[in-house]
Each structure stands twice: as structure tokens, then as C-alpha cells.
């Protein structure tokens, strides 16, 4: 008999038992994932990994799974029943995900997540947490879907010093905005696409307002730089007033529409739409993609690029930071340490696109860009007059301009200074 036991017990050692906490469309994804790669799992890390329960919340829902899953709407019973060695957090929020969290990594279970709200929020706490306990709290996930942003540079940017993150961070709303303009489809038209082919939520709020790029940015200044700027001074801009019209003119003179990330070392951060032209790395990034530019001191430019909206990317990265969990030494630590002082940056841009609306004729359009030209620099001007809109790209302030029409404005980046003189030449006066 103590043979038998023996023998099991062995066997049991070569079992990572993983518990999933949600099955909505990334817990899903991660089970899939987990069935379909279970082979390659026991290749890659010598032992199975094994489902030992799914906590749901509605437990008359149908589900196609296995009669052999053990589900149920019971975190403790999930826990206690047989005690896993990793959980994999996918219900999203702060409550009660924080508690599941926090207990799991206390009765000594590895945790992975993609909760970008709750680790902005709560991220150091768990990591303190972790390492009292022995365990690792990990989430890839949180930032760029199934992009290896966190671990690229806490593994392959050790030496470099990080000056500045650009980056695409919401797969939603990049879908929106290449959608409008290829199709030539109302934002609203757009959004309703989204949700038919599953990247964007019932309710899309959180995509289409900046907020979930905002959480992923705050991630990411406590991973680069050790902490986070005051919420309160970070200017944070969604897309919903964004017109189809903008962005075909716009795209008309090289320049394309992004939902944009910015962080540089003195922690100025920015989620706002931007324009980019055609030189500019993140120009061509469509769809539900994803991509982070970091600049730093020694390689200079890296950009990684890939799918941040679906099931299978964010599947993709937990599944890969389970595989780092047994791979990897422990990288999560708690980072406090201050950052180098730098000069105090502009958060502005001081290129500008204008989109000025209900333009009645030619003659009205030259005398609207003969005032703007007496207040900045003109770079370029076009419009389609029989349509009432006229697009102007100007470089200075904009506080002196007066024009007595409604117009909208959005930032421009504008790679090198050769954009500014091609666009010069092709000014209307």
C-alpha cells in the first residue's frame, strides 16, 4: 500500500494542476488553448497540465465543456477542492477578482492575469503579496494582448535605459478607426461591426473612451519606470467624435488616425487620438493590431506589433506567461527605485490637423486660411468645398487662432522635418 502511494505521489509531482477563474471570451480562449495544446504543454515543461476546475458565475448558462470538468460558482470549494498550483484570473474588474487573487497567491498558488483595471490599481500590492508568499503574480496579457511587451523588456532591455513608450494599445478601437475609413462607415456603423465579430465588449465604453488604453499605460509606467503619474493629470481623449469625413481627408495628405499611448521619463502621458504620416512606424498598424514603439538609449528604436483584441491573442499571452512561470527565474519584483531627474517636457504637439466644417465656397475657404496663416505656420490646406469641410494642417499655438467657424483639432506627429517641407509645397493660399 505505502508503494501505491508512493507511486501516485510521483505522479501527482508531474501534474500542474491550473484553476480558471471565468468563462467568458479570454477564459474560454485559455481553455481552448489549454485542451488543444495540452501535448505540447508536457513537452515544453516535462510535466501535464491539467484543468482542475472552472469557477463561473451563472451556472444555468450552456457550456460545451468536458462532463469531466469540475465547475462551480464557488471560489472557496474551487481552492480547497484540489488545491491548484495556478490560477489564471479572466473575470475582469476589481471585486471580487482582488479577493481571488489575493487569496490564491497567500495559499501559495501561481497567478495569472490580464486584469489590466485591477493591476493598474492594485499591481504592486500583489507583487508584495507574491513574494511573501513564494508564488508569482504575472500578466503579460494586461498590456498589449498577445504582444511580449513586459517580458521584452524585463528580460531584453536590462542594459538599455527606457526613454520613451508610443504605443497602440486597444485593439477595439484601432478596428473602429481603420473601419471608418476603408469603408467610408460612421463611427457608430463601425462599432456595431466590432461587436459582430467579438472586439468589442456590449459595452464598449471603456475601448471607445481611452480608459482601457489608459489602464494598459499605467501598467506600463510601473514597469519601466517604478511608478505612476497623478490620474488626475493625465490627459486621456476616446474616438467617438471622431468623423468619417476627418479621416478621409486627412488621409487624402499621408496621415492616419491612432489611438495613441505616449509615456516618456518624466512620466507626461497622453491617451489621445493622434495623427501619424506615412513614415511613421505606427502608420501602417490596422485593424485589431497592436504596437508598442520604446525608445532607449542604446538599441534606440524597437517596435513589436501584433494582435491586442480576440480570444486567442490574450489567450496567447497567459498561455505563454504560464510556460514563463515554470521557466523563468522570478522577474515580478516590486520596482521603487527613483527615476533620474530629466528636463520637463511639453506634453503638446505644436503641429495641429484643423477640420473646419460648414465652409460655403472657395472664396470663404482662402479668407479662412489667410486668417489662420496670420496667427502660425501653415503647413498644408485642402478640402472638399461641396461638402462644406476643409482640412488644414498649421504648426504654433493655437490660442490666437480665430477663424469664426466650427472646427475640430487633433494632434499630428510628423516623423522629420522633410514631411514639413514636402507638405509646404503643397500648401494652398
Request: glycine share 8%; charged share 25%.
Amino acid at each position: 500500500m505505502n508503494e501505491k502511494n508512493g507511486e501516485n505521489k510521483g505522479i501527482e509531482k508531474q501534474i500542474i494542476k491550473v484553476a480558471l477563474l471565468g468563462l467568458g471570451t479570454v477564459g474560454y480562449g485559455v481553455f481552448t488553448g489549454l485542451v488543444e495544446k495540452k501535448g505540447h504543454f508536457s513537452s515544453l515543461l516535462g510535466k501535464a497540465v491539467e484543468i482542475t476546475g472552472i469557477l463561473i458565475q451563472d451556472p444555468t448558462k450552456n457550456r460545451e465543456l468536458p462532463k469531466d470538468v469540475f465547475v462551480t460558482t464557488n471560489f472557496q470549494e474551487l481552492l480547497q477542492k484540489d488545491k491548484p498550483d495556478v490560477v489564471v484570473e479572466a473575470i475582469g474588474g476589481k471585486e471580487p477578482a482582488f479577493t481571488f487573487i489575493r487569496q490564491s497567491l497567500e495559499s501559495g498558488c501561481h497567478v495569472i492575469s490580464a486584469n489590466k483595471d485591477l493591476i493598474a490599481r492594485s499591481g504592486k500590492e500583489l507583487l508584495q503579496i507574491a513574494q511573501s508568499n513564494g508564488v508569482r503574480f504575472v500578466y503579460e496579457a494586461s498590456v498589449g494582448g498577445g504582444i511580449p511587451v513586459l517580458r521584452t523588456i524585463k528580460e531584453l532591455l536590462q542594459v538599455n535605459r527606457i526613454e520613451r513608450v508610443e504605443a497602440i494599445l486597444n485593439g477595439t478601437t484601432n478596428f473602429i478607426l481603420s473601419y471608418m475609413r476603408n469603408h467610408r462607415s460612421s463611427f457608430y456603423e463601425a462599432l456595431e461591426i466590432a461587436r459582430q465579430q467579438g472586439y468589442a465588449e456590449a459595452d464598449p465604453t471603456n475601448d471607445i473612451e481611452g480608459i482601457d488604453a489608459f489602464y494598459k499605460a499605467m501598467v506600463l509606467c510601473d514597469w519601466v519606470f517604478g511608478e505612476q503619474p497623478d490620474w488626475d493629470h493625465v490627459q486621456v481623449k476616446g474616438i467617438k467624435d471622431v468623423q468619417t469625413e476627418e479621416l478621409l481627408l486627412a488621409e487624402q495628405s499621408g496621415l492616419r488616425l491612432k489611438q495613441l499611448v505616449t509615456i516618456n521619463e518624466t512620466l507626461d502621458v497622453q491617451v489621445t487620438p493622434i495623427f501619424v504620416d506615412q513614415e511613421h512606424p505606427l502608420y501602417g498598424v490596422e485593424g485589431v493590431d497592436n504596437a508598442v514603439r520604446i525608445k532607449t538609449d542604446l538599441l534606440g528604436y524597437l517596435t513589436l506589433q501584433g494582435a491586442g483584441a480576440g480570444a486567442f491573442p490574450t489567450a496567447s499571452a497567459i498561455l505563454e506567461d504560464l510556460i514563463s512561470v515554470y521557466k523563468t527565474t522570478n522577474k515580478e519584483k516590486v520596482k521603487t527605485g527613483k527615476r533620474e531627474e530629466k528636463r520637463k517636457e511639453s506634453k503638446e504637439s505644436n503641429v495641429f490637423a484643423l477640420f473646419i466644417k460648414n465652409v460655403l465656397n472657395e472664396k470663404e475657404f482662402s479668407d479662412i486660411v489667410k486668417k489662420i496663416e496670420s496667427s502660425v505656420d501653415l503647413l498644408h490646406a485642402s478640402g472638399e468645398i461641396e461638402n462644406g469641410n476643409a482640412f488644414v494642417l498649421v504648426k504654433g499655438n493655437l490660442e490666437s487662432i480665430c477663424i469664426g467657424h466650427e472646427f475640430s483639432v487633433y494632434p499630428v506627429q510628423i516623423t522629420n522635418e522633410q514631411m514639413f517641407t514636402r507638405v509646404k509645397e503643397k500648401a494652398v493660399v
